[in-house]
């Protein structure tokens, strides 16, 4: 490792500061350590922790009478710090070596007249430069984040700078966010609260509990992204995302999906700027299936795609041809009815026709293919993914009409219509109370959450009906924790769970998030936020622990549903029965 310190925006040599005594209450000092031998693409994606760029430590004097800084040895200068009360503005030249030869430390000292007469602002962070090694048809191109444009902050010194001098306008931005927030849960609760809110699950209310959720939720779902500039630099900027802990992948469309409730409150542009780089990948020839493509990249930030799932490799893809597809017909078309934006829906038609041919072909009885619920063993005739087929369909036929082609468009709205009459033959338990995993599987059942973008939008080939009997089932096999994913382990999914729970009736609804909320309050998970974990004993990891992943943009299910006038299963007045 080696490290400098510098001053950027000082007219001083880039690795030098001001002498004592010269420096303003202005002025930024600046740590800066990277490791020397930085990993390959291909080996960036094999750890969790990000093995390569810089790692920035920022701050100022500002309001203190004394400021001082050093680095050394971590014994030495905290030894140091005791006796003196302040640093001596030393800089060990010993490096470059390894961060545990001699630990160094990097010290800024405050000094303050009395214990409340001012306050000190200090940032860390990180930065990659290059960001992201992409492929496209005319080669393969290293991108830098966003900042580096000129459209943005364009050298690293000035980007330190406005961000360390942007606290207090992104502090004011982040209290209307957080206030912004609480309104928006207020005002969707005040439209339909649950009639009877003592459900023995949570000591909060099923309100307050969703705001928690929501509020430990954000955070995460935006720190798996990172904002580049675009392949061709005309197109705007590109986000592209890790798939934290559950894999290594470069904007896996099933991490994407759960999370579309988010982008959908957020909003749909970050939605729009994560899908563009798998439509630009497909679209270009690189990739050579019938299906949409699982993910571009087997190791983020190596966004190097594959050429067909066929051909097995190594480091092949993990095919999911059915969910994929289907996952990015209603992507695009969540897209378009937050924005209406038709030029989209065009620009993007020809392949999303393609992979409608394939989930026409596939979806209604599908073979024994993956899912997002990887974890999962797969297994054939899947009724969850056989739904989300249906639901694709119908969306598909949203897209045509929205681009004025109604005969295709009907085409589309009638086969969903006709694929549902099918899939209810198969699906439906004997005794009329709940939905199967499997066609005609006795005694299974799993968390319906693919029928949550029927609801969301209106659509007409999923009836009423089937919403209000997974509503009236999920209690009946609740644990203390959740609802079971499905009938084969007592793990549950809380983006799922919370899918399910927009499309219940409020009690229902309630027990998920409250449950939810419990579950947060007392697991034994010591990590960031799981989305996977068992609904019984401690609340503990699974065999498969997930941390931080951005998929909890599921838990906005409910915002998403008010953006749209829905509140749960629909009354009389605002759905009609197919």
């Not at 920035?56 to 004394?66: F, Q």
């Not at 949409?292 to 051909?311: C, E, K, V």
């Not at 609904?535 to 943009?553: E, K, L, S």
Request: proline fraction near 5%; include cysteine.
């Amino acid at each position: 490792m080696r490290w400098s310190i510098d001053c950027p925006g000082e007219s001083f040599d880039d690795h030098e500061c001001p002498t004592k005594g010269t420096g303003t209450p202005e002025t930024l000092y600046h740590w800066e350590a990277e490791i020397l031998d930085q990993v390959s693409w291909f080996e960036r994606g094999l750890r969790n922790e990000p093995y390569w760029g810089k790692l920035h430590y920022i701050s100022s004097p500002r309001y203190a009478t004394e400021f001082s800084f050093a680095n050394g040895l971590a014994t030495t200068t905290r030894k140091q710090f005791v006796r003196d009360g302040a640093l001596d503005r030393s800089f060990d030249q010993d490096q470059p070596r390894r961060p545990d030869d001699r630990v160094p430390v990097f010290a800024y000292s405050h000094a303050f007249t009395t214990s409340q007469s001012g306050s000190v602002l200090y940032t860390v962070g990180t930065t990659q430069e290059p960001a992201v090694h992409y492929r496209t048809a005319i080669g393969d191109v290293e991108l830098q984040p966003w900042w580096m444009t000129n459209n943005c902050y364009f050298t690293i010194n000035n980007m330190i700078s406005k961000h360390y001098q942007d606290y207090t306008a992104s502090a004011k931005e982040a209290k209307v966010w957080t206030m912004q927030l609480r309104h928006d849960v207020a005002t969707y609760y005040a439209k339909d609260r649950a009639k009877d809110d003592s459900t023995e699950v949570s000591s909060m209310s099923e309100e307050e509990s969703y705001y928690a959720i929501l509020t430990l939720s954000t955070r995460q779902i935006l720190a798996a992204n990172v904002l580049t500039e675009s392949a061709d630099n005309a197109t705007g900027a590109t986000i592209f995302q890790k798939e934290i802990s559950s894999d290594g992948k470069v904007n896996t469309v099933d991490v994407i999906y759960p999370a579309l409730p988010f982008w959908l409150y957020a909003n749909p542009e970050l939605l729009r700027l994560l899908l563009k780089p798998i439509f630009e990948f497909q679209e270009s020839g690189l990739y050579h299936e019938q299906y949409a493509m699982h993910d571009i990249g087997r190791f983020y930030p190596d966004a190097i795609g594959y050429f067909s799932s066929s051909i097995p490799d190594e480091w092949g893809e993990e095919a999911m041809p059915v969910e994929e597809s289907a996952n990015m017909i209603i992507l695009a078309y969540s897209y378009f009815m937050a924005t209406n934006n038709t030029e989209y829906l065009a620009t993007h038609f020809d392949i999303l026709k393609r992979w409608t041919v394939y989930v026409i072909e596939k979806s209604l009885y599908p073979e024994h293919q993956t899912t997002t619920d990887d974890f999962n063993d797969p297994i054939a005739n899947n009724t969850n993914l056989a739904i989300k087929g249906i639901v694709a369909i119908n969306c598909m036929g949203g897209i045509a009409s929205a681009l004025g082609d109604i005969t295709l468009a009907t085409r589309y709205v009638t086969l969903a219509y006709d694929y549902y009459e099918l899939w209810a033959a198969s699906s439906i338990d004997t005794t009329n109370t709940h939905t199967l995993l499997a066609y005609q599987l006795p005694n299974s059942y799993s968390i319906l959450y693919n029928i949550y973008p029927a609801l969301l939008f209106n659509l007409r080939s999923i009836p009423k009906s089937l919403f209000l009997m997974e509503s009236a089932f999920y209690p009946t096999v609740a644990q203390e924790y959740g609802v079971p994913l499905d009938n084969r382990h007592l793990w549950t999914k809380s983006d799922w769970e919370m899918w399910a729970a927009a499309t219940s009736l409020p009690q229902t609804r309630a027990l998920f998030v409250k449950s939810l909320a419990k579950w947060i309050n007392e697991t034994v998970t010591d990590k960031a936020l799981t989305d996977h974990y068992m609904t019984t004993g401690d609340g503990n990891y699974t065999d498969y622990p997930f941390v931080a992943r951005p998929v909890v943009g599921g838990h906005f299910s409910l915002l998403a549903m008010g953006m749209f006038g829905r509140h749960g299963v629909p009354s009389e007045r605002n759905y009609r029965e197919r």
